[in-house]
């Protein structure tokens, strides 16, 4: 039986917890955002019971060096939750919206979802 080797990250990401609507949010963050680099900024969006670093894959298959943002939407992975047991459309576009401000990926392009 041939032997598995274990996969080995191309691009390490920063771990960053970042103040978004009153709650602390987990975010990967692969690359410079003031880098000069002609591609535009990549906000990657998990899917429900998902988490950020699922995009490590994706990353690192990248052709170019880019910068990557991916976060633990509220309640999942590392970001905090809120008193509410449910969520709505609206908190995740809110939430969407201030990660864009404050990650500095004002020059949005391009935004993927798994």
């Not at 298959?61 to 590392?78: E, K, N, T």
């Amino acid at each position: 039986m041939p032997t598995m080797q274990a996969y080995s990250v191309k691009r390490t990401p920063r771990s960053e917890f970042i103040p978004i609507r009153h709650m602390h949010y987990h975010v990967l963050v692969w690359g410079d955002p003031h880098a000069k680099n002609e591609l535009p900024p990549l906000v990657m969006m998990h899917g429900w019971m998902d988490v950020g670093a699922s995009f490590q894959f994706t990353v690192d298959a990248l052709a170019q060096d880019r910068f990557v943002v991916a976060p633990d939407w509220r309640g999942f992975g590392l970001s905090d939750s809120t008193a509410s047991d449910c969520y709505w459309f609206p908190d995740y576009l809110g939430d969407l919206d201030a990660l864009i401000d404050r990650t500095g990926a004002h020059d949005l392009a391009q935004l993927r979802s798994l």
